[in-house]
């Protein structure tokens, strides 16, 4: 099954309010993601894909830089959008996930810091990342390109900040540290978040 551009699930202007506005999002979703998805079907039969999952083919890709930038960028942003909300952001995290945030970073605002430290401390385009790890504790981390905890193998994710300047230059210029304020204050949607925590990581369903 070739791999395909799934909707926001949201409507196009629905972020605007909250920092992220229409243009941006048509043109990261339209046409930035929408190039990594026509890329990877591209690789799909001279690589011996057909029929593996996004997830199966991210995580064997560490070593292979063209499939890994094409099926990472699209894994990496599925899980993007899915994780904002115009109703997204503020300090009142669903019980679990503030319990675990709590436990594992001693506080919200100690993970804020280091969330947007990682983001802004990742030299060129990248993501910073909220990951479970194998022992269950959450830990933050950062990734270049189309890299991700799956290729690397760190662990799961379930928080990813884009920090590539087509995420944010049309609403914050140059200006990466502000953006990152903004995508943890106005954005993230905490409940999806938790329910990432409590599943196990994203499933795209793409692929097989
Ligand atoms: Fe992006």
Known sequence: MAFSLPPLPYAINALAANGMCQETLELHHGKHHNAYVTALNGLIE???LAGK??????AGAANDAPLLNQAGQHWNHILFWQVMSPNGGGDKLPAKLAAKIDADFGGLAQFKEAFKQAGVTQ??????WLIMKADGK???TKTPNGASPVSTGEGTPILGADVWEHAYYLDFRNVRPN???NFLNKLVAWDVVESLMEKGGLVSGQGA
Request: aromatic share 14%; no cysteine; proline share 0%.
């Open 46 to 48: 001279s690589k011996g």
């Open 138 to 140: 959450l830990a933050v």
């Open 123 to 128: 030299f060129g385009s990248g993501w910073a």
């Open 179 to 181: 953006y990152l304020d």
């Open 53 to 58: 999952s996004l997830e199966t083919i991210v």
